[in-house]
């Protein structure tokens, strides 16, 4: 039996790597020309639109991982049939089941990988590429207003109006309120520079104070200041959520959470970062039902081309399923697991299907 998972595991794991392989160079020389309408901005040149396409690679290795391993053993498993190596594994005393069990357990180790790249080094590059390329087209991360960044902490509520992509504050403004919500302070500072734990140095500030005995204002060239307001906060603003790791998404959430503001989009994107990589498993259990056949069942290569279809669909359909969820406030978890419950049934019904014939 060791004999055969460790053929089993060769030749699923050969012909997904060399899909793999088709893929990223695919997705690579996408990246790459969608990168030239950017070409000549500021220091952005050739070199520096290659490496932030390299940048982006582990990022697409994190969300490919699993559809190139659906067709990678589609692909094993078919040309095993061709040369009736799966005919003899089923004589020899194999069931279908086992066969099953065997590619999920394979599957695992494509899972192992995905939550590698999904949790380490795609979040670090995508993150040094946004930055690398905001500095050198002398951007200024987005906003989701036009006044700015604004972010709530306990009864302050913080305004900054320009984020350098080094994580430098510009135009910051802290509106400080009390238990009746009557305006009692007034911060402004003309940068923000980080320093530890959650202590800025803000430098050319104006503090304006609002009491009972008047109004009074005060200057000071720089001071620290306090607040929730962190890097890894701001790195949300450089990669979007569902490329975050889970730690930074927790964190964020907790953030959301003790402001009480809305954190669906990330809760989602949280339990989609723990559910995804156990997504290979199941893509490979998809691909045992359309990879075997018997003689007169049809086109080989029919056969293969819906298997790849149906891959290609979960990958769609997962995302898709996500933004209905946050349109309809469903309940992250649901949001995040049902596609992949929803393939791993289908997969098992067409399993039982194919053992039956």
């Known amino acids: 039996m060791r004999v055969i998972v460790r053929y089993l595991a060769t030749e699923a794991l050969t012909a997904s790597l060399f899909v793999f392989t088709a893929l990223m160079t695919l997705f690579a020389l996408f990246d790459l020309i969608n990168e030239l309408d950017s070409l000549g ?37 078919s040309r095993m049939v061709e040369n ?87 135009d910051v403004n802290v509106y400080t309120f009390d238990d009746h919500f009557r305006l009692q302070r007034i911060y402004r500072a003309a940068s923000g520079e980080f320093l530890h734990d959650n202590v800025w140095k803000l430098k050319q500030i104006d503090e304006t104070r609002f009491t009972p005995a008047g109004i009074t204002v005060a200057h000071y060239p720089e001071n620290q200041w306090q607040s929730v307001l962190t890097p890894s906060i701001m790195n949300v603003l450089l990669v979007a959520p569902e490329k975050m790791s889970a730690l930074n998404l927790w964190e964020y959430i907790q953030h959301l959470h003790a402001n009480r503001q ?26 045992l039902p359309f ?52 393939f791993l049934l289908l997969g098992i019904v067409l399993l039982k299907r194919v053992e039956r014939q």
Request: no cysteine; hydrophobic share 50%; proline share 5%.
């Open 84 to 170: 009736s190596e799966f005919t003899i594994m089923l004589v020899s005393g194999l069931s279908m089941r086992r066969i099953a069990v065997y590619l999920m357990l394979i599957g695992l180790l494509f899972t192992a990988l995905t939550f590698a790249f999904g949790e380490i080094v795609a979040p670090a590059s995508e993150r040094y590429a946004e930055q690398m390329k905001l500095k050198a087209t002398n951007a200024l991360v987005a906003q989701a207003f036009r006044s700015g960044l604004w972010v709530r902490d306990d009864r302050n509520f913080i305004n900054v109006r320009e984020v350098t992509p080094d994580g430098a504050l510009r």
């Open 291 to 342: 990879a075997y056949h018997r003689p007169r069942a049809g086109s080989v290569s029919t056969r293969v081309f819906a298997g790849i279809m149906l891959g290609l669909g979960y990958h769609l359909f997962n995302r898709l399923f996500a933004y209905i969820g946050l349109l309809n406030d469903w309940p992250a978890l649901m949001s995040a697991i049902v596609p992949t419950i929803g």
């Open 41 to 77: 901005k500021g220091t952005y040149g050739f070199w520096q639109i290659l490496v932030y396409v390299t940048l982006s690679v582990p990022g697409h290795l994190y969300e490919l991982l699993p559809v190139a391993a659906l067709i990678g053993t589609l692909v094993a498993l």
């Open 262 to 287: 809305p954190s669906k989009r990330y809760e989602i994107a949280l339990w989609s970062k723990l559910i995804y990589p156990f997504a290979a498993p199941v893509m490979i259990l998809l691909a």
